[in-house]
């Protein structure tokens, strides 16, 4: 196959070729990670976390949860009792076909509030059914209309909202005083993580939002490819905030035996520099072409998308709000290296249940005390994926490590190949095949020791490579090695950015210290003296 199809794969709307680069790509008439059995209903977080399969079946699975389901819209005045309405709209759902799934997403909206409501059906047939009052008259988005006519409704005037989720912290209130009651910091990290991280009524809505967005680049450019879901959503310790990252892809899995005898390159590096040159050029105009063209398109289909945005970056993004569910989206594509960040990272948190909760914390800790943001062009700090590399290589290098290297996972051996955008990837498929760890420390100890060794670390003379597990000698600059590309993913971060990191460390530790007194006073301890947990908490609403 030649570059600019291996880059586009099945994209029409890119006129540039060119010759002289080949790959070879298996053919797609292989198992692609769609499953054909029907939906079975489940949560999101259960698949994320079940160490009985692979990930290319974990993405399988929550695809075909998000296809199997479509969100109903509905304005409403904001007296209206929205515990009947619920029970109205599931009532006329039922009428449809088997509904395993609803629940309602608020937003307000001019003269009242928009109600939208996620729905999963047992069988396609019923959202086709329902997919025929979308206002979009070629394309069937998965996102209808109900008119006030189609259900029975009732009045009431009582604002009253369903039951939350998180039904067992009724109140801000009631959450902190559980943390205060608890045991020992690991037990108020494990609290923390279990009612702030995203929920699965937030993961199935972002789930879904990219499976709609599928259904739209496949009919806009007339092609077959797959919205991937990638970053901390799928690794498992997003926030309720976070940004649904998303790549544009094609992905399958192939038999290994298959693949014997054949060059299949692991990635651009396997190319020739010239080679390697041109493809990053073709992908970077043809995403960022492709993303200017399909703007208005995308507003006419997907009604609530707003503050849409084509960045035209190293790896160019589509940027935008879905209003209706409070979802920040980027879409790139072809985005292999954080497709296979992010199948790592989520092998890791299964591997460990400790992982998770762990890397959760030190991502709000960062964020709260203000050494970590999302950062452009001119931003010299550190970035939440960075503070999470450091965190993650930590839990390598401790003694008796937490979680193997991402080297060490890549050499257990499996049945089946994986294609993402024809590139091979030899990632593990079941972390049952990795050896348990032999380290016992709590959660609590954990982070402590995390503070302490980077408070020690030499930022000015070493650097970090997440794929050996080993540091690295460098001069004068902060250096974390992606561990597919082994570029520098701090090359704009400082090394005064670093000694603030160990700054806050420092106090951090102070702070952690003393918990036993003021637990003894009935002061905020643990965690609730070095993050402000009801920030968190009010993401959730």
């Keep these: 196959m030649c570059l600019r199809t291996l880059c586009t794969h099945s994209m029409r709307f890119s006129k540039r070729s060119i010759s002289g680069i080949s790959l070879r790509l298996i053919s797609q008439s292989h198992k692609s990670i769609v499953e054909k059995e029907s939906s079975i209903s489940c949560e999101p977080k259960d698949v994320l976390f079940d160490t009985s399969i692979s990930y290319p079946q974990i993405m399988s699975r929550l695809r075909k949860q998000a296809q199997h389901s479509i969100l109903l819209q509905l304005d409403v005045s904001e007296r209206d009792n929205a515990n009947l309405l619920l029970k109205e709209v599931k009532a006329f759902c039922s009428h449809v076909g088997d509904v395993q799934y609803i629940a309602p997403y608020y937003i307000k909206v001019e003269n009242g509030q928009l109600c939208s409501y996620l729905v999963e059906f047992k ?58 009651r608890a045991s020992s910091i690991s037990e108020q990290t494990n609290l923390f993580y279990t009612y702030c991280s995203a929920t699965n009524k937030n993961l199935r809505a972002k789930f879904f939002l990219s499976s709609v967005v599928e259904d739209f680049f496949n009919y806009k450019i007339e092609s077959n490819l797959t919205a991937v879901p990638f970053g901390s959503s799928m690794a498992g310790f997003s926030t309720p905030s976070s940004d649904l990252d998303v790549s544009i892809t094609n992905i399958e899995t192939v038999p290994s035996k298959f693949m014997e005898g054949r060059h299949v390159a692991k990635n651009i590096h396997h190319l020739s520099s010239t080679g390697a040159e041109q493809y990053k050029d073709i992908l970077r105009s043809t995403a960022f072409g492709l993303f200017c063209d399909v703007v208005e398109d995308l507003h006419l289909s997907l009604p609530g998308v707003t503050r849409t945005t084509p960045i035209d970056a190293s790896v160019p993004i589509l940027t935008f709000n879905f209003t209706p569910l409070s979802i920040n989206m980027d879409i790139s594509l072809h985005n292999v290296h954080g497709i296979k960040m992010t199948w790592c990272l989520n092998a890791l948190t299964r591997y460990d249940s400790r992982v998770a ?26 970035t939440p994926f960075m503070l999470v590399s450091l965190a993650l290589f930590y839990l390598m290098r401790v003694n008796k490590p937490v979680i193997p290297t991402l080297r060490e996972t890549s050499k257990v051996k499996t049945s089946e190949a994986m294609l993402i955008a024809g590139f091979q990837a030899n990632l593990i498929k079941r972390v049952s095949d990795l050896p348990p760890s032999q380290n016992t420390s709590s959660v609590e100890e954990l982070f402590m020791s995390f503070l302490e060794y980077y408070i020690r670390f030499d930022f000015k003379h070493y650097g970090i490579s997440l794929s ?32 603030q990191f160990k700054n806050e460390a420092q106090r951090t530790i102070l702070k952690l210290e003393s918990y036993k007194r003021n637990k003894k006073n ?16 009010s993401l959730l609403n």
């Excluded at 600059?477 to 570029?487: A, K, R």
């Design 468 to 499: 050996s597990g080993m540091v690295t000698p460098v001069s004068s600059q902060v250096v974390i090695l992606y561990p597919f590309s082994h570029n520098n993913v701090a090359k704009m971060c400082t090394l005064q950015a670093v000694e």
């Design 357 to 382: 909760p762990f890397l959760y914390l030190v991502k709000i800790w960062g964020k709260q005390v203000g050494i970590t943001k999302h950062g452009d062009q001119e931003y010299k700090g550190l």
């Design 123 to 180: 069988d396609l047939n019923s959202i086709h059914k329902l997919s025929l009052l979308s206002d979009d008259g070629k394309l069937r988005t998965r996102i209808a209309k109900l008119k006030p006519n189609e259900l029975k409704l009732s009045h009431a005037y009582d604002s009253s909202k369903p039951p939350t989720e998180k039904g067992l912290a009724h109140t801000h209130s009631d959450f902190v005083q559980s943390m205060m």
């Design 522 to 537: 009935n002061k905020p301890w643990g965690i609730l003296s070095i993050v402000d947990v009801t920030k968190e908490l």
